[in-house]
């Protein structure tokens, strides 16, 4: 059991994610990450979805996914050479002249960007891959995450391979 | 301008629809309205569960799409069970519903409920229509998604206020052309030749024959092609009918109650050539010991059955008729599989379904006279239970298309209002319901339907005053505790009769023949209610869990 990364091309219409996500848990899947949004086609959307599962349990939903009439393609892109970023929002307790410069310096380590300064909070944002996302959280949990929001995974492949609908 | 009433009849008329089976509502008046002076022939049924069985049954029957029609909220969810049957055995439905009017969708109002969401995993595909301009397209598409490919059932929801709302003729399109379907009808060359080439390397191959044959019309390209290369075929619950019963490469039924010269077949061959099948886990029992020692060749429409429960050598997607006859067009004549082919017939002669014979009613000999007397000209479907095993296992099938069972969902109460469907598809034969005492009360009311538009459904009750097939396993696997397995007498016969149909109760073996010639010579319906054996078991029986050639109630190996 491994985390699968697919990526779904759709027609952008009502109904179209409770039917993609219907397929998941009717076979007991949990999904880990689930992101949607337009793509390069002005009607459809793409959704990208993160699911532990062994192949082919994935197999088999990939399959059933393609016969959804609303689904124009289906790609699992876990073996192949890909980019995938998330972006978290992260509201973490930082008090002037306390713990503040501290956080601020793991912030820059982290390439994160401040996005909003209170008296007594940050909000950092960050983009990266699950770990870098997972490692930053772990970090600043000690001094007191108030708020912590997160994107699904997005991916993509490298070089010029696409899913793309081919027309 | 013209409602959108008006334009789904008329667009249902443009789909060749000759007949739909429904039940109406608050939101489908303006539809009823419609249909009120229209062509397009209307059946009422008693319950919605029926309008979509007998749709259902119609489809199955014709080959041809079925629709039925019911009003929102309960009308809708009583559909449910129908679609979902439909689905299952991949049968090609629309199913159109009313719904509340769209500036009140989410509301709760009254009799809302959100059927597109309840049937989507049970639907090939489902819309929920939003206004009058799009219902011909729509519907154009529904019809086509639902025949094509691998068929099922399709649900329109229309909107009160859709139906009433105005709309210009759309020019619709000769052809639907859907960018996120697209079956595969032609099987892949190199895979077809990798076939080929299994095949003739095989000592023991046997073809496992399943409703897809049916489904694409594909029974003489299967027949020709079982002669040519001589092999075997079996066939599963759904594909029966796919080839003749007395033909010499008849294997009969295999999986849980299917003959012994089957399943040993199963076990022993070294190749299988798996068409428009699935392999159920009815059909196979344990997995790891089904078909051991063979290498598998899997034609199916579907891809998603391709590797589904069992490893396949030779995948070949398409439509079964199109990848038989390229199969025939490239395969030369082989010589017969002599030595397996004799082992067969051997264990045919020594191994035959038995047939009790001791002067009691057995349901067995009631299958068998009926299948003697009717021949090839008749259309059998069957409720669910020991009645359904007993009529696949020793009704003698000649066509396809003249066996209609619920399969993959096994729906008790399938039978009466889908043998209404099956008439009217096949109006030229009787149409024969075999039901058991429990699933012919299940949709009963039906009798009202067959009743006042004199349908000639014979309705022959296996009557063991028992959820027999339950009590069946009960016997066998709880230790005869009979919990709540047995039902109280019922006279059928009274209450056809006060629905104003004529009925016979049998008792003895000699009843018989004269009961089913009088349903034959009775021009309306007909009821008979036969108090056969109570505790009368089907055998063979592979267990829950076994391999298939672990069969209780056969004969001694020999
Ligand atoms: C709607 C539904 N409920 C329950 C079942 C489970 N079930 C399968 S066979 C059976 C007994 C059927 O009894 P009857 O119609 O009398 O047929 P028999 O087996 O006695 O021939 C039952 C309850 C079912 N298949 N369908
Ligand atoms: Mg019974």
Redesign the interface.
């Given at each position: 059991m491994k985390p699968h990364t697919l990526s779904i091309l759709v027609e952008n219409r009502a109904g179209v994610l409770s039917r993609v996500t219907g397929l998941f848990s009717r076979r007991g899947f949990n999904i880990e990450s689930l992101a949607v949004g337009p793509c390069e086609e002005p009607d459809m959307s793409r959704i990208t979805i993160v699911v532990i599962g062994d192949d082919e349990k994935i197999e088999q939903v990939m399959k059933q996914l393609n016969k959804l009439i609303d689904v124009i393609k289906v790609s699992d892109l876990t073996d192949s050479e890909r980019v995938e970023r998330e972006l978290a929002l992260i509201k973490v307790t930082a008090e002037l002249g306390t713990t503040r410069a501290e956080i601020m310096q793991i912030a820059s380590i982290f390439r994160t960007q401040i996005v909003d300064v209170g008296a007594k909070t940050l909000i950092l944002q960050v983009i990266g891959d699950k770990n870098k996302i997972d490692a930053l959280e772990k970090l600043l949990r000690q001094y007191g995450i108030k708020e912590f929001v997160r994107t699904g995974t997005v991916g993509i492949l490298r070089g010029s391979k696409t899913v793309t609908s081919g027309k | 301008m013209k409602t959108g009433a008006k334009i789904l009849v008329e667009s249902l008329q443009r789909e060749g629809t000759e007949i739909i089976f429904g039940y109406p509502g608050g939101v489908v008046l303006p539809i009823y309205d419609e249909l009120y002076d229209s062509s397009l022939r209307h059946i009422l049924v008693r319950h919605e569960q029926a309008a979509a069985h007998a749709a259902d049954g119609y489809a199955r029957a014709s080959g041809r799409v079925g629709v039925c029609l019911a009003t929102s909220g309960p009308g809708a969810c009583n559909l449910v069970t129908g679609i979902a049957t439909a689905y299952m055995d991949s049968v090609p439905i629309v199913a159109l519903t009313g719904q509340v009017p769209t500036n009140l969708l989410g509301n709760d109002a009254f009799q809302e409920s959100d059927i597109?969401?309840i049937t989507?995993?049970i639907t090939?595909?489902n819309y929920?229509v939003k206004n009058a301009g799009e219902l011909s397209r729509v519907v154009q598409e529904a019809f086509y998604?639902a025949g094509t490919g691998?068929q099922g059932p399709v649900l329109v929801d229309i909107p009160k206020d859709v139906s009433t709302g105005l709309a210009d003729d759309v020019k619709l399109p000769e052809k639907v052309t859907?960018?996120?379907?697209n079956p595969t009808y032609r099987g892949h060359k190199r895979q077809i030749e990798k076939a080929l080439d299994l095949l003739g390397h095989a000592e023991r191959p046997l073809i496992y024959a399943g409703g897809g044959i049916i489904a694409s019309n594909a029974s003489p390209e299967l027949v020709e092609f079982a002669q040519l290369a001589s092999i075997p075929v079996t066939t599963t619950l759904m594909g029966i009918g796919c080839i003749p019963c007395h033909h010499p490469l008849n294997l009969g039924m295999l999986g849980m109650h299917g003959t012994e010269y089957a399943n040993f077949a199963v076990t022993e061959c070294d190749l299988i050539i798996a068409i428009g099948a699935r392999f159920d886990d009815r059909v196979t029992g344990k997995l790891e010991t089904f078909a051991p020692h063979a290498k598998i060749i899997h034609i199916d429409i579907?891809?998603?059955e391709i590797?589904?429960n069992k490893r396949v050598d030779v995948p070949i997607v398409g439509d079964v008729k199109a990848v038989l006859q390229d199969l025939l067009t490239l395969m030369k004549k082989r010589d017969a599989h002599e030595i397996w082919l004799k082992k067969i017939r051997h264990w045919k002669q020594h191994h035959p379904l038995k047939c009790p014979t001791n002067g009691a009613l057995h349901p067995q000999y009631i299958i068998r006279t009926l299948s003697d007397l009717v021949k090839d000209k008749a259309v059998i479907v069957s409720e669910v239970g020991q009645n359904q095993m007993w009529t696949a296992q020793h009704f003698c099938f000649h066509n396809p298309r003249t066996w209609i069972t619920s399969g993959g969902l096994g729906t008790m109460g399938y039978g009466l209002p889908a043998a209404m469907g099956a008439h009217f598809a096949r109006p030229d034969v009787p149409v024969f319901d075999i039901a058991g005492d429990g699933s012919i009360q299940m949709n009963i009311q039906e009798f009202g339907t067959i009743a006042s538009n004199q349908i000639p459904v014979k309705v022959v009750i296996l009557n063991n005053m028992y959820l027999g097939m339950v009590r069946q396993w009960q016997e066998l696997f709880f230790d005869r505790r009979y919990s709540y397995t047995e039902l109280p007498a019922v006279d059928f016969v009274k209450i056809a009769n006060a629905y104003g149909i004529d009925g016979m109760r049998v008792e003895s073996p000699d009843e018989v023949l004269p009961a089913l010639q009088a349903s034959l010579d009775c021009d309306g319906p007909f009821v008979m209610d036969f108090r056969i054996e109570r505790e009368e078991n089907v055998f063979p029986m592979v267990p829950a869990g076994a391999a298939i050639n672990e069969m209780i109630g056969g004969h001694p190996r020999i």
């Open positions: - | 597109t969401g989507m995993p090939k595909h929920l998604i691998r859907l960018r996120g379907y579907d891809p998603a590797g589904k």
